[in-house]
């Protein structure tokens, strides 16, 4: 069956983005079938993955009118990896969809299909940095939430507020399913003693929940974006594939032991 | 008379509240009286200044029932600078006020007797990742716009969304004297091509109106919010206080020579 994603953090700058590109592509590269959905208005992820950003081609449609998800499937330049676009416009659908009928529910009804189709192992869904409606929508229409967590103070501070959203939509009904798959510690820098520190508490507070890989600032990740190639395909051999790579792999070992 | 700034960029953790806190606590050291706003339900300024964040305690209030702006006001340890805080609950402001009336202006109204008291030389807004209602409040209520962006891929991308909203805020009478005060450049890391790139990029388009400090990035600047003060506050004599301090002389030759 297809097991859905969402990569939430109202915090900004926290590698949500580089978290769905790089493990997208290291699942893609492992032989799973992965559609990345684009819900942000800035379209990063559909950059990050060599795409145009076209008008009218985001989930805005699908939400609002009904139109087929199905229709916006773009297949990506890399094997076993394709993606719902996003783009600029797509930011009205904060305004626009809070009017529509059952409005949380919108991607839930939307993505049925493509779940029920089996066309996909994953689909990774890539959120704008705020608990808006776009936000909502993707937490009330998945299976679970990875959060990324940026080695820094203030991402610290904003963590307790999503993960009781994440409660308030199980406990509400909205979603009695989501759960968090788990929390990815990214742009860790060893030399400072702040990262040590919320790596530490982190893991004090969530144990289990924190995945055991921890992704390191590295300079070639944040210049992949720019070559429109996640970090496997941009330099294979350096520390940030590395780590998604092995991000990747034990992703995949949580899930089958689920 | 008192001058007002939004610093806003959708793009998130391109370090608009390292800036705005960093910034205030510069030019009050400098003898300006200044009042930071927080306009971030994630609170970060409030808590980059040291503040408790409290129920309640934000423009909630103000934007949709006309509570005074000036009973929010707390005075900071730090001399010259004050703070009206923000807290969690902000977050209902971006579904309540656009249903109120001239919902756009609610913050422009709200902040006009305190500009009339000629209290402050400078009010600057620290705005969340969004294009939503609070920035467009923000926008709407104040002069000039600082845009923070970080030396980056992504954030360059979202640099023309940003200016393409001024210019329509401006040209559709919202706020007809709004003008981009300028660009600051974050988190220039000067070993990676990327941030040269990026610089050299912005500085080609925009000439005159990117700050010629550029902000390193630096781990002291990162570890700063964890003690809850700025940076000259923090520690005076580090790359960052340096920078900081020169951007805010820098702000205020620009505004004397305006
Ligand atoms: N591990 C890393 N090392 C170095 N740079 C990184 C790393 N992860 C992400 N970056 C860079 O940091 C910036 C922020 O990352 P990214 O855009 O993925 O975060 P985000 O949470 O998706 O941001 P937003 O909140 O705006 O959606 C980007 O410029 C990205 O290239
Ligand atoms: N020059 C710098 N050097 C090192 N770290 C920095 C620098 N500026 C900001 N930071 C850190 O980077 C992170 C992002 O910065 P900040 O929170 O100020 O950005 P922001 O644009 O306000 O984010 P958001 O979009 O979530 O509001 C923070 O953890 C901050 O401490
Ligand atoms: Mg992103
Ligand atoms: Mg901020």
Do not use: W
């Amino acid at each position: 069956p297809t097991q859905s994603f969402a990569f939430a953090n109202q915090k900004g700058g926290v590698g949500k983005t580089t978290t769905v590109v790089s493990l997208a592509a290291c699942l893609a590269d492992a032989g799973k079938r992965v559609l990345v959905i684009d819900f942000d208005p800035q379209a990063n992820a559909t950059s990050g993955l060599g795409q145009e950003k076209l008008e009218g081609h985001s989930v805005y449609d699908a939400l609002l009118n009904g139109q087929p998800l199905t229709a916006l499937i773009r297949q990506t330049e890399f094997p076993n990896l394709d993606l719902i676009p996003s783009e600029e416009d797509l930011a009205a659908a904060e305004v626009d969809v809070p009017r529509a009928e059952r409005f949380l529910e919108r991607f839930k009804t939307a993505v049925e299909p493509i779940k029920a189709a089996g066309t996909y192992d994953f689909i990774l869904v890539d959120c704008p940095p705020s608990l808006g409606v776009l936000t909502m929508n993707a937490l009330v229409g998945v299976d679970r939430i990875v959060i990324a967590l940026q080695c820094e103070y203030y991402a610290l501070e904003g963590l307790t507020v999503i993960l009781r959203v994440v409660e308030h939509l199980r406990s509400s009904g909205a979603n009695p399913a989501l759960d968090v798959e788990g929390i990815v510690m990214t742009m860790f820098d060893g030399r400072t003693n702040l990262a040590h520190q919320v790596v530490e508490e982190v893991r004090k507070h969530f144990a289990d929940k924190v995945f055991k890989t921890v992704i390191p600032r590295t300079v070639r990740l944040s210049e992949a974006p720019s070559f429109g190639k996640p970090i496997i395909h941009y330099d294979k051999h350096s520390a940030g594939a590395t780590a998604y790579t092995a991000l990747a792999k034990e992703f995949l070992k949580r899930r089958e032991a689920a």
